[in-house]
């Protein structure tokens, strides 16, 4: 690869650009954990992902990826043998069910074809057989980064109290927060699971959860092993803003701008721009000729788009190409759809320029990679961002 | 305004997009101007310097913007009542024939209509005519940021070399260096003026001169009063690595770094790759049924492309709703030309996606703003990019 | 608090002094994680850390805490039940028991005064007692940051192998790793746990194992449950130079530039630093009339000085009225030490002059709480530093 | 010099340790400076400016070095031939002499020694002979930098008041601003001379006048020739918030957080809080028993401490010796005091605790050279601070 100019494309569906402002705020000195400084700056980071989440319940914050945050619901709240429905949604569906598998649950997973949501129906279907109530948790991911498929959560809370059945709903938020509507409370949810690396616009390494009361109740009895995880020892720390281990403070710093952010342009307009810059990239899509993975626009997702490749196209090479060619990052198939989609990210701080400039770089890679494909992506993204504020 | 998200695109025509590695290189723990590590440093960058003004003659660096260059190329070879022959090609060769009759130059300007460069036949007749040799320097400048317009310097130096005049010829390359073929040495430039916010990919607050013999011997009996821009106190500090006042240390830190992105590329690509994007912008200009402000292709601007607004439409008006609407700045109509033109800044760390956010950004702002156009400039601009390696 | 100027001095044991050039690697644009760029850090990163760790092991990197990667070697190496010997020196030692008893271990806890390291004698007769060889792991804090006591871990391995007993071998290297002699493979350590900010000169956010050939084997038949710590899917995904999970890109890009850094001292430099600010520091503290915690010269720690707050004087009360005078943040007693030592951190990037600042501070801050103490440690240690290179 | 560990100490002068604040908001993205953004960061500069040097009257600010800004008093305020007052205070005052003798001024310049300031009696008796009111001007250096030597500007002031004399009195507050009691407007001072790097706490790079009325009316007639430096381009510009010519950006961010430190400190605090590092200085050098090169305590500086080296010690040996074994730099004697000082900068983002580490830099290197001098300086200095606060 030549020498590359100008500023990398990082679209890849998180780690997602990191604003300028939050790189100044993460390259503030590390203080003392245990200082007065810093146990003013856990309670705000408590407070402003309450309101990101929605939730008046507790937040814990954990020196993690994701995927810990993953662990740190199921060790909170699961006992070994435990009953647990998921669904076959993607990669990091599939990815979650693996981990829950070995820590000793017994996952009843509901296969999928990767290009829908959980289906609302099913999981009332599967509550209502299980009469002896074996089911302990209901665990979904929202917005599925591999797919580009958008599960419809509160629609799944419905189906759970038409049953009326007791298990936790657990659901992965880390590509919605932020990016697409969530409310922790008014839906129910028992424990949310969240990153820092995508609409919080941070680099990697903060995981965390909310948590709801049925949920703190229940992990009073659940008998996982756990220690890092362990909620009780962190909520206990929190109370005085201090951890119980060693916190990750420049990322935490990095997190009170990225709130700060989030507050000053606030939720629903952050929504509503995600979903704008979406539609328009899944008119580019059409416009090209390809196919969008999401089958059912109820469920498009306003983080990523998932592309089919066309026929005869292996997705890793046109990444490839456009990466040498045009200094973007795309992300790549995971999974069952390796070489088979390639996945535009259009989440964080992320504008109509920058996207216009993501489009582009994808009707260029076509164009270069001889894929059968129909010009005029980009105009159409552009005729639709111009028309339409 | 509202919030605004997502990287700003700073499409000026400077200062330019600074790259993240010059950033973090300003950003270094200031030192001792007059230690050990500093004098390594300022060896270092005169030596850089001389690579891209493509000299074995002086460097000399001010803490002083690209104005004060011009300022120091005037007191350092003239004095006072000298004649001088400059040419009216834009806003920056009348801003720089207004200091040098400030300083008491008299100087003979010849008019222009700011959509063609110095032509070399005018050159040779006025100097022709100057039977007496009383003109002491012919100033030019090179790339005109304010239109777009390239002069043909090597023409314009050959023209002066048939009549065989002893001016000394100086050369504003602000907004022509590592952006534009340049050869101090080759091309017999006696002096030439530089700064630091364009091809050299900093931030604003460096002027500098590269001084041929000729020029040097000049200085030696020039009676403008100097002392500030003065080149002899200059030379003398920087025999040792040092300078005559506090220089700008931190700058000097991101000079270092821009010098070797540009070494790592190499010249001759960086004038392709300049050349390659501003093609693609005028090709955009042209399928809007829009028309570039240069006249005459052997003329045109590797830099920045300054664009006639369309009938009846304000070109400052159409700027604004760009900024407010897609976070981008775009250059002013100058002088003349101010509310006629607007100009996009296409150099420095830039590459092709950020061209084609770049001209997306316009096409957008022109449908926004009701401007009689055509639709299908930034396709055309993918298209010549994806075709035209 | 009034507004305090100048830099803050963060002399608690850790997290340490971030230098510059780290700060500035942790500022760069985050990458895709799954990309050729990142491959080629991954492998760098794991290169330098055996390096570091002197073994040619494997190493394993976490985006957690250094508590992270205690946990990491429990699970990956132990079952359900299993009896480990552990030694109370102090509070960090008495957390991992607490962790290990967390997740299901019966600890052989060995008292101890918070004074002293493990005696290798008493690990000789505890292990000679286990006839049956029921201990599965020996676990030690090589460097105790609570009480600033180094235990021979060198010597403990001899006694180890006096016996003859196959348990494994665990030390916690968190606060002495590129501060203090350190050995991996030639002392013949199982796993080592460490984390990024103290001798590695990062903010917290990385935990990392070294893992022996012994520790490796028996992760195989290990049986508590494990899947965010499980060594086999993070160097399955290592060998291609990519994460199971999302990585702390940005802090891994500062791993590399802390490597770099201590690559250019040399390890053996740098414990030599080290050695010599802590003995200016012992000096200073006994002029002061003061007691350093540690009883035993054979165990002093290169990192950090507890010192044993005057009688009837408040440690608290003392590091509250410097941190508010001073700007300094010093260390607090932990647990059974709570009020009764401070504690000095003097590791990472750090000198004699900001040790001399740092003693300043101490000797000012006793002299207005009008603590008994005798002037003239800071001179103690000056005089030190000045007759002994 | 071997590698080098842990924050350098730059204790010259100025430069000054730039606060990372400071270095933070330097980093921000360079914005248009044509656009509406910077039109409101320019207007806060200047009125920050106006509180900082205690004035209502203009503010003019270059990209340039101090010297830059000593220019530009003198060619906006005299003519070719004009005679001016100056005071061979120390090295800087010798260099404004040179400046304006260069620029074509008849300088009358009264000799000194180096150890004192500018005496009022003199100036008063000077002015007093100058009858035909020849002298255009007086020009003063505030704090002689090279010397540690403050003039009495107030005094100064009240003697030209009693002669009656109607010569503009100029003043070089470079390093004096932000550090030492200052006064524009009530002191009658009609030109200020200032830049960024001491008190301002920024990279070299800016320099700055504040302008009285006085002086501005006699710029009008005023006929050294000048461009670069013209006030009134400036100030036509500065009134819709734009520049004449590109202006620092990135430095004018930094500008903007130093003031906004400045702000929340308060420059009665911070002139205290100089005076108290000042006195603890000599102090220190008194215990060395060595000599303050300041003969006249009511003229002591709070920025600055120039040592006379001891008897048959090279100042500049010992300068070399403390930056290769001790990782700071001192100022070097300038000029006629080459070699016989070194000079101790305490000015900017400085306290307690970086004084002592500097304080202690020094004694060791005494030591270490084996100058004749007593230990007991720092202990001095800490007695000093602990004991007054």
Excluded at 53 to 60: A, E, F, H, P, Y
Excluded at 213 to 219: G, H, I, M, N, R
Excluded at 229 to 239: L, P, S
Excluded at 299 to 305: A, Q
Aim: aromatic fraction near 8%; charged fraction near 20%.
């Amino acid at each position: 690869m030549s020498i590359q100019r100008g500023r990398h494309f990082l679209q890849i569906p998180g780690p997602t650009n990191v604003p300028d402002r939050v790189l100044r705020a993460l390259n503030r000195p590390t203080v003392d954990h245990r200082g007065p400084e810093f146990a003013r700056l856990t309670r705000d980071l408590l407070e402003g992902l309450q309101q990101v989440c929605k939730t008046s319940g507790k937040i814990v914050i954990y020196p993690s990826s994701g995927t810990g945050a993953w662990e740190a619901a199921v060790v909170n709240t699961l006992s070994p043998g435990d009953k647990v429905l998921m669904f076959e949604t993607g990669h990091f569906a599939t990815m979650w069910r693996n981990l829950a598998v070995r820590l000793g649950l017994q996952v009843d997973f509901v296969p999928g074809d990767w290009r829908r949501g959980v289906d609302p129906a099913v999981v009332e279907t599967q509550l209502a057989e299980d009469r002896g109530r074996a089911i302990k948790a209901i665990m979904v991911v929202h917005n599925e980064t591999s797919t580009g498929v958008v599960s419809r959560v509160s629609e799944v809370r419905k189906a759970i109290d038409r049953v009326g059945h007791p298990a936790l709903f657990m659901v992965d938020s880390i590509s919605s927060l932020a990016l697409t509507d969530y409310r922790h409370d008014e839906w129910g949810i028992d424990v949310t699971v969240g990153s820092s690396q995508k609409g919080l616009m941070l680099p990697p390494g903060l995981g965390f959860n909310a948590i709801g009361e049925k949920a703190l109740a229940t992990s009073k009895s659940a008998r996982l092993p756990r220690s890092y995880w362990d909620w009780e020892a962190m909520m206990n720390a929190n109370q005085t803003g201090f951890f119980p281990y060693t916190p990750s403070t420049n990322l935490l710093y990095g997190l009170k701008e990225a709130i700060e952010m989030i507050r000053e342009e606030g939720l629903e307009k952050i929504f509503a721009r995600h979903n704008r810059l979406a539609e328009a990239t899944r008119r580019a899509v059409r416009a090209w000729g390809l196919e969008v993975n999401c089958l059912n626009p109820q469920e498009y997702s306003n983080s990523v788009t998932a592309v089919r490749a066309p026929e005869g196209q292996n997705a890793d090479a046109l990444r490839k190409l456009i990466l040498e060619r045009f200094n973007m990052s795309l992300g790549n198939g995971l999974g069952k759809l390796q070489g088979k989609v390639f996945r535009i990210g259009h989440m964080g701080d992320f504008n109509e320029l920058m996207l216009a400039g993501t489009l582009s770089g994808v009707e260029m890679g076509l164009a270069l990679a001889g894929a059968p494909f129909k010009k005029g992506g980009v105009q159409a993204a552009i005729d639709y961002l111009a028309g339409n504020e």
